[in-house]
């Protein structure tokens, strides 16, 4: 099994080709592909070359892993390790020309299922405005190669707390009447667009906390791993693990006052 540190060279060399070439097509235009679960849930052809990119280059560089990504789905290996890839996150934000959409690559040990994984490392590289957030198991967490570290002690009354919606039109409309609840109780939110750039603003202190259900394993793999090793709690309901039906992220202390407002509008069993 190699070591964290360089498994997340890898990474961080393979995010960086994609985000180029995501930056590049960016500029010259992008495309809609396809779309998906809904009209407005879009794939571009750069999402898709970006993707092949990822996937050529880590089959080249760890021949045995798996591979688990958004546009092209699974594929298993026989090394126990699988690469975890959304190709780019807040693709609505990269098709609008907002600069707030990532690469995101993780390697975890064992199925790519976040309830079950135990994620090695992971980059989020957003080429719109040169971040590249990194984290490795156990190694911490950093932007641009400074250490990052949650802001600690914030009250939920004064806390900026993000979250997303998703395709869905029904589903937004019941995610939006849980954020009429919430909404009262903190200091405001933002909805980034990107899970991956959300947790990563919870590991770099600007945001407090971040929620949002229905997220896919590609979305939050490597945004998790550098918010926990930012110093986040990183979870769901009553110290269940992550998963669709719901992420959590904030300092512990904070977490403790957001997830028991969260818990009536999510089963336990999501
Ligand atoms: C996005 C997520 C975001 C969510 C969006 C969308 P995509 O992923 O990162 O948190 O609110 O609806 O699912 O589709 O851009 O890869």
């Known amino acids: 099994m190699p070591a964290n540190a360089e498994l997340l060279e890898i990474a961080l060399t393979i995010a960086h080709r994609a985000a180029d070439l995501a930056r590049q097509r960016r500029d010259e235009g992008v495309e809609v592909a396809a779309s998906k679960s809904s009209l407005s849930d879009i794939v571009t052809r750069a999402d898709r070359e970006a993707e092949d990119l990822i996937r050529d280059a880590i089959a080249a560089a760890r021949p045995d892993d798996g591979f688990y990504g958004e546009e092209s789905g699974g594929a298993e290996g026989t090394s126990g390790l699988t690469w975890v890839v959304d190709p780019i996150d807040g693709t609505v934000n990269y098709f609008y020309g907002i600069p707030a959409y990532a690469v995101s690559v993780a390697v975890v040990e064992g199925d790519p299922d976040p309830r079950t994984w ?3 490392a992971g980059a989020v590289v957003n080429p719109a405005i040169g971040e590249t957030f990194t984290a490795s198991a156990g190694g911490g967490a950093e932007l641009n190669g400074k ?7 914030t009250d939920l009354a004064l806390a900026l707390v993000g979250t997303g919606f998703g395709y869905d039109a029904e589903r937004r409309v019941q995610q939006a009447t849980i954020l009429a609840d919430l909404i009262g ?15 990563c603003s919870v590991a770099a202190g600007r ?23 930012a110093g986040a709690q990183v979870g769901a309901l009553a110290g269940t ?7 959590i992220a904030a300092e512990p202390g904070l977490y403790a006052q957001l997830e028991p407002l969260l818990r009536p509008h999510f089963s336990v069993a999501g």
């Open 118 to 120: 135990r994620a090695l």
């Open 185 to 199: 109780k903190v200091r405001d939110i933002r909805r980034i667009g990107a899970a991956s750039l959300d947790l």
């Open 241 to 247: 693990r992550e998963s669709a039906d719901l992420l």
């Open 147 to 153: 250490a990052l570290q949650v802001k600690q002690g």
């Open 207 to 229: 945001l407090d906390a971040y929620y949002e259900r229905g997220l896919n394993p590609w979305d939050h793999a490597a945004g998790a791993l550098i918010a926990r090793e």
